[in-house]
């Protein structure tokens, strides 16, 4: 009798054990995709700033033309990996419509630059890049790093109404960039992690600001470029 209360126990211990490895198993699955995902978000977000300083810089200009198939060739780096972003999205339970979506800006953005549609780049580079703090909050813990990219998109949207010379937009939403600061800075949480980056934040906005209230769009061009590349 003994012998067997001995044995139950050790079964006991030994299925204990395996449970509890296959859930500290899951839980390391779960979080190795929550990682993954959100280097990929951060892969999107890489692109459309690479895309959009290079364009701000002028550096997609050769002999006063735009060279398109260079545009092109950078929005197609995201294109390339698509199908499985869209895979990993769907296993933070993104919903089905938001990845069509994904799917459609993408694709709007390629038709665009195909049609060499100036006007409309930034503008669609900033739907594309709205879409990453859009999934980051429905998945990820970093609430404080999912706010400094709600400021960005705002920034970018701002940045879009001016390269198309619509001064009325682009103000108001540097103004709205400025209100999300402002929010942020009366953010207990985020304060604690980001104070030492917010002084810096606040004179690259205003700077922004000022190149936008003077309609000079070269300025504000390189206003904006320093704000993603110090941000």
């Known amino acids: 009798m003994k012998k067997i ?19 500290t198993d899951k839980k390391n699955e779960e979080e190795l995709m929550k990682e993954k995902t959100y280097t990929e978000m951060q892969f ?16 997609y200009i050769k002999d006063d033309d735009i060279e398109w198939d260079s545009i092109l060739d ?39 630059t195909i049609n060499e549609d100036e006007e409309q780049l930034i503008i669609s580079l900033q739907k ?33 109404f001016a390269n198309i010379e619509n001064w009325e937009e682009s103000k108001i939403n540097i103004n709205n960039a400025i ?13 604690k992690e980001r104070s030492y980056s917010l002084n810096k934040v606040y004179v690259l906005l205003g700077e922004i600001k000022n190149a936008i209230e003077s309609e000079n769009l070269e300025l504000v061009k390189l206003k904006f470029v320093n704000f993603i590349e110090k941000t």
Not at 5 to 23: A, E, Q, W
Not at 44 to 59: H, M, R
Not at 75 to 88: A, G, H, M, P, Y
Not at 135 to 160: A, H, P, R, T, Y
């Open 5 to 23: 209360l001995i044995n139950i126990i050790c079964v006991t211990l030994f299925l204990f054990f395996l449970t509890g490895c296959s859930i």
């Open 44 to 59: 999107i977000e890489d692109a459309v700033f690479n895309i959009t300083n290079k364009y701000a810089k002028g550096e």
């Open 74 to 112: 950078d929005e197609k780096k995201i294109n390339e990996v698509l199908e499985t972003i869209i895979l990993d999205l769907s296993e933070m339970n993104i919903s089905k419509e938001n990845l069509v979506l994904l799917s459609n800006e993408l694709n709007n953005l390629l038709a665009i």
């Open 128 to 160: 594309l890049y709205g879409l990453v703090p859009k999934f980051l909050n429905e998945f990820s813990d970093d609430k404080n790093s999912i706010k400094d990219k709600e400021l960005k998109e705002i920034v970018l949207l701002s940045f879009g």
């Open 179 to 191: 209100n999300k600061y402002n929010e942020m800075m009366n953010d207990v949480d985020y304060m």
